[in-house]
């Protein structure tokens, strides 16, 4: 919490008064919840406060928490749709109570999100996926991650083009479109995946968690590559370096991620610290996780892919080298991280919605806005199913099996899982946008209110509606509930334990289980040959886990030594 009180602080706005005799007068002074948000806005100015602004902010997070747990079982809601309409009401206090001179607490900095909010996430998505299963849909994860976030950049783009001229809007460059291209090409699918069973649905749930973290590296390395060339004029010698330039980006932060997630796994088995205290190996697996994405930005590559598959590396390797203490911390402590960092962004967006020095400049010209943000929700729909659904056929032919192919109702739900936008999307608006968060021309922050426009609508409107059409779409049997519920903790102490590629080794350890398997498991190949996974399950026990370490090359030895005299 401390890590996120850091950034809460970062965040505030600048020349605020020293911690110190912040924390002195707000203790001595005291005052009540209406006048702290009052001063909250009052001094959102200049001279705002951090502890106010902590305080309200660590409120915020407890409430979305606890009003998550509530509505679990809700028809219609979930945490990201819950965490919005708080950020959301509390921005509306704050306006109110500062007769409209602000509406949230910090001053959004798209690089401090890049930062300190988003590599959680993203590492914990790469720490806790199932290998087995995104692997050996690796090439159609690609095709929706890559590939269709190619042909939603360029429909949105050419789209804007054509339609924003029939609105007057000549206010944007060709930069400007082809920015608006790559930040509604990332999607936000948390919604869809709350909603999902990872052991009812394994392919649909692998395809959709796994595209969605390709696309917002995609998406991201877009936008990077826009902005280093000079696109006033293209022409094809352009267009080729501009291509050749996301290959670049993609192979080598992806390599980098590898390359960071072997060498923490080379260095706990060698060293192996748990034999005097788990802490070291616990705090050098979350330094080097941060490392592997500090270093890419730092080199200027793709910070997102980076971190990810540095997550899938260290759970595959590094985790199983360190005792069994650390891997339930470490485990926990990530997604911990991971689940504060969304509710802090959802809340944030919320807030920055109703930011009145944007609204002002858009005040002036409300039809124009309204057909902006109209003309955007309808590119990312259209865009989304011209990649979705021609792209299901292609996979569909290299799949032979009639089981492995995907139905038109499960691509109705990647598709539908792609249409929300979230904080990928704001943050990049706000790099092409804004000038450390400020937005003084009137075209910019019109991009940025429809920008806003079109997440709130996406994630408040189509989460919704999530719920109810993932049950029509995915029926649910009795049985497999049940068997689900009594699988769960099984199947959750034992998720991260997995080889990377599965083979026939795992049988034997599921048949001493008197349980039958769910239908998705018992439609699972358990001794794939002669395909890639079975060479590469081959090449890791012969080369890489005897060096690297990993499941059944470490040996186990469940605590530290200090750790067994307190028990």
């Not at 005291?30 to 309200?56: F, M, W, Y």
């Not at 460059?173 to 999607?187: E, N, Q, R, V, W």
């Not at 352009?238 to 670049?248: C, D, E, R, S, T």
């Not at 904080?423 to 003084?440: D, K, P, R």
Request: proline share 3%.
């Amino acid at each position: 919490m401390s890590f996120y009180i850091n950034i809460c602080r970062t965040l505030s706005l600048s020349q605020h008064l020293p911690f110190k005799s912040s924390f002195s007068r707000c203790v001595s002074g005291g005052s009540s919840l209406g006048s702290v948000v009052v001063r909250l806005g009052l001094k959102s100015g200049t001279d705002a406060t951090p502890v106010d602004s902590i305080t309200l902010c660590v409120a915020l997070l407890c409430a979305c928490i606890l009003i998550g747990h509530l509505l679990e079982k809700n028809r219609w809601m979930n945490e990201s749709i819950t965490a919005l309409s708080i950020g959301l009401c509390t921005g509306l206090i704050i306006l109110l109570t500062t007769e409209g001179k602000s509406s949230h607490l910090f001053l959004f900095n798209e690089q401090l999100f890049f930062i300190y909010v988003l590599p959680p996430i993203i590492f914990n998505a790469g720490f806790q996926v199932k290998k087995k299963q995104f692997f050996r849909n690796f090439m159609t994860i690609m095709l929706f991650g890559a590939v269709g976030t190619l042909i939603s950049f360029i429909i949105i783009s050419l789209g804007s083009v054509q339609l924003f001229n029939k609105l007057n809007i000549d206010f944007l460059d060709t930069m400007d479109y082809l920015a608006l291209g790559a930040i509604f090409s990332a999607t936000d699918s948390v919604c869809t995946l709350q909603v999902l069973n990872q052991e009812e649905t394994p392919l649909l749930y692998s395809l959709v968690f796994g595209e969605g973290v390709v696309n917002d590296a995609t998406s991201v390395v877009l936008l990077n590559a826009i902005q280093r060339f000079d696109l006033s004029h293209i022409t094809s010698s352009i267009a080729m370096k501009l291509f050749g330039n996301f290959l670049y980006l993609f192979a080598t932060s992806t390599l980098l991620g590898v390359a960071v997630g072997l060498v923490s796994a080379y260095i706990i088995k060698k060293l192996y610290f748990g034999r005097h205290s788990t802490d070291r190996e616990v705090a050098l697996m979350i330094l080097m996780a941060y490392l592997s994405y500090i270093m890419s930005e730092l080199f200027n590559l793709s910070a997102i892919l980076t971190v990810f598959f540095c997550g899938i590396v260290m759970s595959h390797y590094t985790w199983h080298n360190v005792t069994e203490s650390s891997r339930v911390t470490t485990k926990h402590a990530f997604a911990t991280l991971s689940f504060i960092a969304e509710i802090f962004i959802f809340v944030y967006v919320g807030m920055d919605a109703l930011d009145i020095e944007k609204w002002k400049f858009v005040s002036k010209s409300p039809c124009r806005s309204i057909g902006v943000s109209s003309i955007l929700l309808g590119l990312v729909l259209v865009g989304r199913a011209a990649s979705i659904f021609p792209l299901s056929f292609i996979s569909n032919l290299t799949r032979k099996s009639q089981s492995d192919k995907i139905g038109l109702k499960q691509q109705v739900v990647i598709w539908w899982a792609g249409l929300m936008r979230g904080a990928v999307s704001v943050a990049l608006a706000y790099n092409q946008f804004t000038n450390s968060g400020h937005t003084l021309l009137p075209g910019n922050a019109m991009m940025i209110t429809s920008t806003i426009s079109v997440v709130l609508f996406s994630t408040v409107v189509f989460g919704l509606v999530t719920k109810p059409l993932m049950r029509v779409l995915l029926p649910k049997t009795q049985s497999s509930n049940e068997l689900s519920c009594e699988l769960a903790d099984s199947v959750d102490s034992k998720s991260l334990a997995l080889p990377l590629l599965g083979n026939g080794k795992e049988r034997e350890s599921d048949a001493d289980i008197n349980i039958p398997l769910p239908t998705s498991k018992r439609m699972l190949p358990w001794d794939p040959t002669h395909t890639v996974h079975h060479y590469w399950r081959k090449f890791d026990d012969a080369f890489m886990r005897p060096v690297f370490g990993g499941r059944g090359f470490t040996q186990y030895v469940p605590a530290s030594p200090t750790q067994w005299t307190l028990l």
